[in-house]
């Protein structure tokens, strides 16, 4: 293996091409690959709770949590509803 003196190899280009498209198609996110962590990660670049963050071990997994992330903060969180009183017998 003959690397440029200093340079460093570039992991998992698959993830990280997938994660520069998610990228470009989510522009109000930043998305990164974690080669540590083996996951994809998200960071909203919109008005959202400080810390709100997401991360899933697939791009469908994780846009589907940047939407769920998306709503929250567009429409505020579901109403909370009591659920019924458990039946005797």
Same mark, same amino acid.
């Given at each position: 293996?003959?690397?440029?003196?200093?340079?460093?190899?570039?992991?998992?280009?698959?993830?990280?091409?997938? %994660? %520069?498209?998610?990228?470009? %198609?989510?522009?109000n996110?930043?998305?990164?690959?974690?080669?540590?962590s083996?996951?994809?990660?998200?960071?909203?670049?919109?008005?959202?709770?400080?810390?709100?963050?997401?991360?899933?071990?697939?791009?469908?997994d994780?846009? %589907?949590?940047?939407?769920?992330?998306?709503?929250?903060?567009?429409?505020?969180?579901?109403?909370y509803?009591?659920?019924?009183?458990a039946?005797p017998?």
């Open positions: 293996m003959n690397h440029d003196a200093g340079a460093t190899p570039c992991y998992d280009v698959a993830q990280r091409r997938i %994660a %520069a498209h998610l990228n470009r %198609a989510h522009p996110w930043h998305v990164l690959w974690g080669v540590h083996r996951r994809f990660w998200a960071f909203p670049l919109f008005s959202a709770p400080p810390g709100t963050l997401v991360s899933a071990g697939t791009p469908d994780l846009v %589907a949590q940047m939407r769920q992330v998306e709503m929250i903060a567009q429409y505020g969180p579901p109403p509803r009591q659920p019924p009183p039946r017998g």
